[in-house]
């Protein structure tokens, strides 16, 4: 994808979990159980197109604005938020998480990331999300399928 003959970056990663999809599209949308596995500080405002809701992290402190651009029950959340200005321009970035019900009575749910500039401040910025979106759907993971909360203790 190229903007203003500058390339944009963006990331995909995937995982499957152990339950049924609406149980895991509500494990995102639902403010109560995110802040059981993901938001460590938080998080306030459902899941809801048009929405803006709060994400709060301990190891981020305070809390971060997340507009929700689309949300389609069991299938798809569309999230924008600001990035860190990594030197050539403060900018949004656009989250995309998708929900597959898998015929074994699954969930394949992949999460995208794209909007920064192919700078080094924009890689290392993309790269420290995609790790931030590894460790959300690995914790998720545990939450759903064995109520293990993965970041409890890890970041203080």
Same mark, same amino acid.
Request: charged fraction near 25%; aromatic fraction near 10%; glycine fraction near 10%.
């Given at each position: 994808?190229?903007?203003?003959?500058?390339?944009?970056?963006?990331?995909?990663?995937?995982?499957?979990?152990?339950?049924?999809?609406?149980?895991?599209?509500?494990?995102?949308?639902?403010?109560?159980?995110?802040?059981?596995?993901?938001?460590?500080?938080?998080?306030?405002?459902?899941?809801?197109?048009?929405?803006?809701?709060?994400?709060?992290?301990?190891?981020?402190?305070?809390?971060?604005?997340? %507009?929700?651009?689309?949300?389609?029950?069991?299938?798809?959340?569309?999230?924008?938020?600001?990035?860190?200005?990594?030197?050539?321009?403060?900018?949004?970035?656009?989250?995309?998480?998708?929900?597959?019900?898998? %015929?074994?009575?699954?969930?394949?749910?992949?999460?995208? %990331?794209?909007?920064?500039?192919?700078?080094?401040?924009?890689?290392?910025?993309?790269?420290?999300?995609?790790?931030?979106?590894?460790?959300?759907?690995?914790?998720?993971?545990?939450?759903?399928?064995?109520?293990?909360?993965?970041?409890?203790?890890?970041?203080?």
């Amino acid at each position: 994808m190229n903007t203003d003959d500058e390339t944009i970056l963006r990331f995909s990663i995937s995982g499957r979990i152990s339950k049924p999809v609406h149980e895991v599209y509500e494990a995102v949308a639902d403010p109560a159980v995110l802040s059981e596995y993901f938001t460590t500080g938080g998080a306030r405002g459902r899941i809801e197109p048009g929405a803006v809701v709060t994400w709060d992290f301990a190891d981020f402190p305070g809390a971060f604005p997340v %507009e929700v651009i689309d949300a389609v029950p069991d299938e798809r959340i569309v999230l924008r938020w600001d990035a860190p200005d990594t030197g050539d321009g403060a900018l949004r970035t656009t989250v995309t998480m998708t929900f597959a019900a898998l %015929e074994d009575g699954r969930t394949l749910v992949t999460i995208a %990331e794209e909007g920064w500039h192919d700078t080094d401040g924009g890689r290392t910025a993309s790269y420290g999300n995609c790790e931030g979106w590894t460790g959300m759907l690995c914790a998720m993971k545990a939450w759903l399928e064995h109520s293990v909360n993965l970041r409890a203790g890890y970041y203080a």
